[in-house]
Structures are given as C-alpha cells and as structure tokens.
C-alpha cells in the first residue's frame, strides 16, 4: 500500500503537478489526523471503561466492609444486652451479699463493661490513597 501512495506522490512530482501534489498531501495528513483521533477516542473508552470496573470493585469492597461491620455491630449489641443483664443481676448480689465468695461472684459478673468499636475502613482508606475517592461519578456516595 505503501508503494503504491509513494509512486502516486513520484509521478505527480515528475509531471510537475505541485497542485495535486499539494491536494494530495493534505489528504494524507487529514487521513493521519482522523486515525490519530480515532486512536484518542479508543483509548479514552478503554480508561473509562477500566475506570467503571475499578469504581464498582471498590464500591463492592465498601458494600462487603459496611456488611461485616453491621453484623459486628449486632453481635456487640446483643453482648451489651447480656452485660447489663448481668450488671442488674450483680447489683441485686451486691446487696444480698454475706460471704467473700459472693463478692467474688459479683465481680464475675462485672467483668469489663468496654469493648473497642472497631470499624473496618481499609477500602475507604485505600480509595483516598489512590486517589479514586475523587474520580467518584456518584456525589452522593462520595460525600
């Protein structure tokens, strides 16, 4: 194909047909501008296409991270419910204590009221760090 657009370009040279020559040269640069055109716009489809498929594995992640804390959360819940049931139960012992191994029972029964609120962030802070917290098409999501 080549060859053949070169002895185009010889001949009209030879022929002293700068005119054509002219013609025929910004023909080929327009072609070569259209192909680089068309080269930027598939490339940028295949970085927003990437870019979709990163955004919802990300949004996956936070989906599965808020997941797990939940059932966390309902799982601290119901061992706070138990400590307070024990708590009433402690008190009402304190009270009708007489001997040191009731006492004991009672500080069983109190055993330490905290337990750490652990929230799993690691998507989140990975998405800040990468900096696709910002690239976000939902506003919502990303406040």
């Given at each position: 194909m080549f060859k053949f657009f070169r002895k185009i370009r010889f001949n009209l040279l030879l022929k002293n047909k700068t005119s054509k020559h002219f013609k025929y040269?910004?023909?080929?640069?327009?072609?070569?501008?259209?192909?680089?055109?068309?080269?930027?716009?598939?490339?940028?489809?295949?970085?927003?296409?990437?870019?979709?498929?990163?955004?919802?594995?990300?949004?996956?992640?936070?989906?599965?991270?808020?997941?797990?804390?939940?059932?966390?959360?309902?799982?601290?819940?119901?061992?706070?419910?138990?400590r307070e049931a024990n708590s009433e139960l402690a008190i009402e012992l304190s009270y009708k204590a007489k001997t040191v191994k009731d006492i004991n029972l009672v500080s069983d029964l109190t055993e330490p009221l905290w337990n750490a609120l652990y929230i799993n962030q690691n998507t989140y802070h990975e998405m800040i760090n990468s900096g696709s917290m910002y690239s976000m098409k939902n506003k919502g999501l990303k406040k």
């Open positions: 040269a910004l023909g080929e640069i327009i072609l070569v501008v259209i192909g680089v055109l068309i080269a930027f716009q598939i490339n940028n489809w295949k970085e927003s296409k990437n870019a979709s498929k990163k955004e919802l594995a990300l949004l996956v992640n936070i989906k599965s991270d808020l997941e797990s804390d939940v059932s966390n959360l309902k799982r601290q819940h119901s061992s706070f419910v138990q």
